[in-house]
C-alpha cells in the first residue's frame, strides 16, 4: 500500500512539474428527500477539477447540476477527499456533501469518482 501511495505521489508530482495534472468523471444518484410528502431523488454526473495539492497527496473540486424533477433541480459542490489507491498506479476519491435547497428541501449524496485516464 505505501509503495502505491508513493508511485500515486510521484506521478502526481511529475503532472505539476508538466503543467497539466488530471481529471475524474463522477456520477451518481441523490439520497431520497421528502419521504413522506413526494419521494424523489436527482442523478448528476460531470467531471471534476484538476488536481489540488493537500499534504502527500491531492483532492478535486467539483460543482454541477442535478437532472429535473417535476419542475426544479439542485446544485452540488464539494471537494473530494485525497486519493485512495485502486491498483495499476490508479486511484479514485470519495465525496460527500448536501445539495442546495429547492423547492423547500435538499439531498444528501455520497460517491466514489471513476478512476482517471481509464485507457492510458
Do not use: K, W
Amino acid at each position: 500500500m505505501q509503495e502505491t501511495q508513493t508511485n500515486l505521489q510521484n506521478d502526481l508530482e511529475a503532472d505539476f512539474v508538466n503543467g497539466q495534472t488530471h481529471v475524474h468523471e463522477y456520477l451518481g444518484s441523490t439520497r431520497i428527500a421528502e419521504e413522506n410528502e413526494d419521494p424523489h431523488n436527482h442523478r448528476f454526473a460531470g467531471v471534476t477539477s484538476e488536481a489540488i495539492p493537500r499534504g502527500n497527496s491531492h483532492v478535486h473540486r467539483l460543482l454541477g447540476n442535478t437532472d429535473f424533477y417535476e419542475d426544479h433541480l439542485h446544485e452540488l459542490g464539494a471537494t473530494t477527499g485525497i486519493a485512495i489507491p485502486v491498483g495499476n498506479r490508479r486511484h479514485v476519491h470519495f465525496a460527500y456533501g448536501t445539495t442546495t435547497i429547492d423547492e423547500g428541501h435538499v439531498h444528501q449524496f455520497r460517491f466514489a469518482t471513476l478512476i482517471e485516464d481509464p485507457i492510458s
